[in-house]
C-alpha cells in the first residue's frame, strides 16, 4: 500500500480529529453545492468534491454572500480557486478545510460568473435567523453581475446589518492541497 505513510502524517498534524463531511459540487451539471447546508462541530473536515464544469468553493458573508471576504486581520477567506473538470474525467479534484469555530455560521458561494447569482451557496451551521435559504435568497437578489472577481463590490438587498466581519473568516482553515487530498480519497477508496 504506496500510501500507507500518508495515515501517521494525517494523525501527526491532527487533521484526522473530527468527521469528514463530503460535498458534492456541480452533480449532474447542475450549480449546486449537495448537500447545500451543514451542521459541523470543531474539528470536523470538510471536504469538497467537484465533479463538473468549473466551480470554486469560497467564503464570503452572510451581508454580502458573492464576495470573497476579507478577514479581520486582511487575509482573504477560504478559497479552492477554480476546479475545471473534464467532461469525460474519472477522477474529481478536492478541497478541504477544518472547522475551527462553530460560534457562527460560516457561509460560502462560487465564484464562476454568474453562479452566486444563480443561487450556488453553502453553509455551514446557519441559525433560525440567518438561515440558508435566507442566504440563499440574498445571493440571487445580488446584482453585480460579475462573481469571477475577488474584489466585487456586490451587495444585497437581503443584507443583514449585524453579521460581522471579524467573526466571518476566523472559522475555517485550510487544509493540505488538492492534489495532497486526492491521494487520501485513493487511500480510501484502496482500502475498501
Ligand atoms: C443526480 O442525479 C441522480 C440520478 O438522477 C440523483 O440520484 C442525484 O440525487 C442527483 N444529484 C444531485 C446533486 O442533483
Ligand atoms: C442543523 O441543526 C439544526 C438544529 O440545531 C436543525 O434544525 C437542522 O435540521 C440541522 N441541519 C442539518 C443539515 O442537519
Ligand atoms: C475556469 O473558469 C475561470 C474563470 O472563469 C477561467 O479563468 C478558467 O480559464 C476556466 N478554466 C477552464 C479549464 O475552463
Ligand atoms: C477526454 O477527452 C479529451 C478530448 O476529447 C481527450 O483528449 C482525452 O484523452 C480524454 N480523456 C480520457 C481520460 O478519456
Ligand atoms: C454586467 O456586465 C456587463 C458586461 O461585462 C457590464 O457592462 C455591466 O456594467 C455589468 N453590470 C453590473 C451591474 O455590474
Ligand atoms: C476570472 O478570474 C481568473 C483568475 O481567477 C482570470 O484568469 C480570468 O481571466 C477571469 N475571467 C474574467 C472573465 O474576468
Ligand atoms: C469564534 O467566533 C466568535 C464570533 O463568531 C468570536 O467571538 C470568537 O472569538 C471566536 N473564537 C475563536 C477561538 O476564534
Ligand atoms: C488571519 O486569520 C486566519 C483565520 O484565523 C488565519 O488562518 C490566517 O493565517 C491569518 N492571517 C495572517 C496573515 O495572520
Ligand atoms: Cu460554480
Known sequence: MRFS?????LL????????VITIQVGANDSLTYSPSSVNA???DTIMFEFVAKNHTISQST???PCTLTTLANGSTGVDSGFMPVAANA????TFSFTVQNTSAPLWFYCRQTGHCEAGMVFAINPT??????AFQAAAKATTSNSTNSTTSS??????STTASTTASG???????????????????????
Do not use: H, M, Q
Not at 154 to 159: G, N, V
Not at 184 to 190: I, N, R, T, Y
Open 90 to 93: 474519472t477522477s474529481f479534484p
Open 41 to 43: 462541530s470543531v474539528g
Open 170 to 192: 476566523a472559522g475555517a482553515v485550510r487544509v493540505g492541497s488538492a492534489a495532497f487530498v486526492l491521494s487520501v480519497v485513493g487511500l480510501v477508496a484502496g482500502l475498501l
Open 62 to 64: 452572510f451581508a454580502d
Open 154 to 159: 456586490a451587495s444585497s438587498t437581503a443584507a
Open 128 to 133: 433560525a435567523s440567518k438561515s440558508f435559504s
Open 5 to 9: 505513510a500518508i495515515i501517521p502524517a
Open 12 to 19: 501527526s498534524a491532527g487533521v484526522a480529529l473530527g468527521e
